[in-house]
């Protein structure tokens, strides 16, 4: 069974980065079909897609935080990280990490998510 | 703002049916087939309940169904239980640059 797991520093201090990683079980991050991907939720609002990685190293980010972003990939410990700079309390957020099916590499759905993290910025 | 636009909350009383509708536009919901669904219950990781529009994975009850009309889709709850209380988000792919578009939630409460 699949299973994702966030972890990083919760509390981070204005103008630094947020660094988080997304240890993954049950499955390689190397399958094809799915795109690994950060998600995130300001308390008490919606959700936020921030971007994704395949496989292959490729990456797509949100256009609102493509400045800022940046994920990456881990082969040899299955899993993909996060980092954000530049942070703000805006930044402030439950982050999610989380797998998405794809067809013809396009986005269906997140099939699989992370239990989240809540990340702090003050 | 969010891109897809969902009613901020619905209710019922147990046993009832509902249906909560997520609107988009002719670049998204209306163009695609990658509409998802998901449940959020308090403090909890959101749960995939439908998926390709109308596709329930394996082990989300039958109560749950997805339709699409337009650039609008919905998710129906049908014999609403009181475990069925929480908060619900649309998704879908987007031939926009953002790719991936949330609804802003709705909040389904069982009276």
């Known amino acids: 069974q699949l299973q994702l797991q966030e972890s990083g520093s919760g509390l981070v201090k204005p103008s630094q980065t947020l660094s988080l990683t997304c240890a993954v079980s049950g499955d390689s991050i190397s399958s094809g079909s799915y795109s690994w991907n950060w998600i995130r939720q300001p308390p008490g609002m919606g959700l936020e897609w921030i971007g994704y990685?395949?496989?292959?190293?490729?990456?797509y980010y949100n256009p609102s935080l493509t400045s800022r972003v940046a994920i990456s990939l881990d082969r040899s410990k299955n899993q993909f990280s996060l980092k954000l700079n530049s942070v703000t309390a805006a930044d402030t957020a439950v982050y999610y990490c989380?797998?998405?099916?794809?067809?013809?590499?396009?986005?269906?759905?997140?099939?699989?998510w992370g239990q989240g993290t809540l990340v702090t910025v003050s | 703002q969010s891109a897809l636009t969902q009613p901020a909350s619905v209710s019922g009383s147990p046993g009832q049916s509902i249906t909560i509708s997520c609107t988009g536009t002719?670049?998204?919901?209306?163009?695609?087939?990658?509409v998802s669904w998901y449940q959020q219950h308090p403090g909890k990781a959101p749960r995939l309940m439908i998926d390709?529009?109308?596709n329930r994975p394996s082990g989300v009850s039958n109560r749950f169904s997805g339709s699409k009309s337009g650039n609008t889709a919905s998710l129906t709850i049908s014999g609403l239980q009181a475990e069925d209380e929480a908060a619900y988000y649309c998704?879908?792919?987007?031939?926009?640059?953002?790719?991936?578009?949330f609804g802003g939630g709705t909040k389904v409460t069982v009276l």
């Open positions: 998704s879908s792919y987007s031939s926009s640059s953002t790719l991936i578009l």
């Open positions: 990685i395949f496989p292959s190293g490729s990456t």
């Open positions: 989380a797998r998405a099916r794809v067809k013809y590499g396009d986005y269906v759905a997140f099939d699989s």
């Open positions: 002719s670049s998204d919901i209306g163009d695609y087939n990658y």
């Open positions: 390709d529009v109308t």
